[in-house]
């Protein structure tokens, strides 16, 4: 019996890269996944297919996570169709960049709408439903603990806020058994910042291990916490980052 077997799990932002890796890393472990996705649906289709194909039942919700109401929904249509809600990971994120002074209203409030509100709101609505025992893992980034570079004062700044909450939830949630962790990925290889694009050198550079991590690599830390090995760490940031900031 796999160890999971029985849980749901949902993951926001599990059409590709990380978010994907940890859907299917979960469906391989024995859980049902739901997941969010914002607009790439064959990609949406193709990790149903994955989860599938371990014997579990996914379940593929389009829900951007910009918009509040649709990210609650999301947790409610798991919770109906699943049956249950025993893992959120709240991976979904978005990336912008350049120097402060030229930062647009519109990134700066779908960065925080995407990292601080959905989040907040997918974690809200699921309380309702966890059982005594559930995991909560949040996906942020190394970027909230060492900034080697400027230009992404938006998105350091909204990862960061995830930090507060993972910690004041793991108090706040502690007696029902909850466990809320925040997991912070370094440069991994994903859509949004490729191994081989023009700065993945200069990234590099700041590594101890001297290379990218992979989303599997993420996935793997995520299993550990949802799973028993994970019952009694609870308001840790874990780096997944190859020592970048050691």
């Known amino acids: 019996m796999s160890r999971l077997t029985g849980r749901v799990a949902l993951v926001t932002g599990g059409s590709r890269g990380i978010g994907a890796a940890v859907a299917r890393r979960l469906a391989e472990d024995g859980a049902h996944v739901a997941f969010t996705y914002r607009s790439a649906e064959e990609s949406a289709k193709a990790v149903v297919v994955d989860i599938t194909s371990y014997g579990r039942t996914g379940l593929a919700i389009r829900a ?3 918009d509040g109401t649709a990210i609650v929904d999301a947790v409610e249509r798991t919770v109906a169709e699943l049956g249950r809600l025993d893992i959120l990971v709240n991976n979904a994120g978005v990336f912008s960049s350049g120097p402060i002074g030229q930062v647009g209203l519109d990134d700066l409030d779908r960065a925080i709408a995407v990292h601080v509100r959905g989040t907040f709101l997918a974690t809200q609505a699921a309380v309702r439903h966890l059982r005594d025992g559930g995991r909560i893992v949040n996906i942020g980034s190394s970027f909230a603990s060492r900034v080697p ?3 992404v004062s938006v998105y350091a ?3 960061t806020a995830i930090n507060g909450l993972t910690r004041a939830l793991a ?3 502690g007696p029902r058994g ?3 962790n925040l997991v912070l990925p370094g440069s991994t290889d994903t859509d949004m910042n490729r191994a081989d694009s023009a700065g993945a050198d200069a990234q590099r550079s700041h590594i101890a291990l001297g290379r990218y991590g992979t989303p599997e690599d993420v996935a ?4 550990h916490l949802v799973g028993e090995g994970g019952r009694h760490i609870t308001g840790a940031s874990i780096a997944i980052d190859g020592g970048a900031t050691a």
């Open 171 to 173: 108090r706040e949630l």
């Open 149 to 151: 570079a400027p230009g």
């Open 178 to 180: 909850i466990t809320v």
């Open 64 to 66: 951007d996570s910009t």
């Open 157 to 159: 700044m909204t990862k």
């Open 220 to 223: 793997a830390t995520v299993s």
